[in-house]
């Protein structure tokens, strides 16, 4: 009697996290961008992932572990001889941290520094768990991957590492250095530009991802703590206001915003996507949506922000909105409102 081998749940539920597109594309613009300063052909290294180079200029845009795990594999068979990792946090803008960046500046001492700057990844970085576990030896930060995936999990952690003495040079002083590092990946052909870089033992087949920094404070020239609070109320802020949308939803999401008047149609989407049309229809049923249902949220929000604009006339929000006139507008803002168009635009109730 043959036994049907039942799937195992918790890694359905990861399979179906991989997709989930709500992390900042850090490391994806990092990577085009290093691929960019070689003469390398950027746009074929994000082709088939489900968006173009045009999206990491948006401000809004993010990207799934599924997206971002197939660039990192791509970008390592290209660059074969490279620690991709610590490659990409040395060549990287610090500028681009943003809130990671004034915030550390801001914080009083070593030790807030490191507590803000760990706060920041927590709320980027949606691949690596990193964590604060305090021990004799001193600020001990553990990163643990969410993904089993050895590979890609070994470049994750060495830029998530890497990336975080950058920083934490830039805003105690050059000398500034961990006291170790300990990774669980075996030691690399490169291990010794680890050292060289860290400046302290690294070591490799480790229990846990490990880097240890000195606990003895030491003050931080440009400290300013009510900057340094507003800091950590916006990354508190961001992350209870994240919302996650799997990666196929972002793909037709950036496709309709492009151009509601002349939508593409959901075959032309597919392929963006490597997907056929039948597949892509069927993800989609199975999240509780409908193209038809996205293409109609999108021309809602695009309408009503236009009504917001004194300015514009209702042809211009039915043309710019994808409908083929006023009369076709009204009937749609009545449906998702309950009110006229000029009420909406009065915020009458």
């Not at 290093?34 to 999206?55: I, K, N, P, S």
């Not at 050059?174 to 006291?179: K, R």
């Not at 508190?236 to 950036?254: H, K, T, W």
């Amino acid at each position: 009697m043959d036994i049907e081998t039942q799937p195992d749940p918790a890694a359905l539920r990861r399979s179906h996290r991989a997709t989930i597109a709500d992390a900042e594309p850090i490391l994806v613009r990092q990577l085009v961008g290093e691929f960019t300063r070689r003469d390398m052909d950027a746009a074929a290294l994000v082709r088939g992932l489900g968006f173009g180079l045009e999206d990491l200029t948006a401000f809004e845009f993010r990207v799934s572990y599924a997206q971002t795990s197939r660039l990192i594999r791509r970008a390592t068979q290209l660059l074969p001889q490279q620690q991709l990792g610590l490659l990409l946090a040395r060549a990287s803008s610090l500028a681009s941290w943003g809130l990671g960046l004034i915030g550390p500046m801001a914080s009083a001492d070593t030790v807030d520094m490191l507590d803000l700057s760990t706060e920041y990844l927590r709320s980027t970085d949606h691949f690596v768990s990193l964590h604060r576990s305090d021990g004799e030896g001193g600020i001990e930060l553990i990163a643990e991957p969410r993904f089993p995936d050895p590979d890609v999990s070994a470049v994750l952690v060495e830029n998530a590492f890497a990336a975080l003495v950058r920083l934490s040079r830039f805003v105690a002083g050059p000398n500034f250095a961990p006291l170790s590092v300990g990774f669980g990946c075996a030691a690399p052909p490169a291990a010794a530009a680890l050292e060289e870089y860290f400046r302290c033992p690294v070591l490799f087949g480790q229990g846990q991802n490990r880097i240890v920094f000195p606990a003895v404070p030491q003050p931080i020239a440009s400290a300013d703590l009510l900057t340094a609070r507003l800091c950590r109320q916006l990354l508190a802020q961001r992350q209870r206001g994240e919302r996650a949308a799997s990666e196929l939803e972002e793909a037709i999401v950036r496709a309709l915003r492009a151009d509601l008047r002349r939508p593409p149609p959901v075959k032309s989407i597919a392929q963006s996507v490597n997907l056929s049309e039948r597949t892509l229809r069927r993800r989609l049923q199975q999240s509780g949506l409908s193209y038809a249902a996205l293409l109609d949220n999108e021309r809602m929000r695009r309408a009503v922000a236009l009504l917001a604009e004194a300015e514009r006339s209702l042809v211009e929000v039915a043309e710019q909105s994808g409908f083929t006139d006023t009369r076709s507008l009204r009937r749609a803002i009545k449906r998702w409102t309950g009110r006229t168009p000029t009420q909406v635009r009065r915020g009458e109730g």
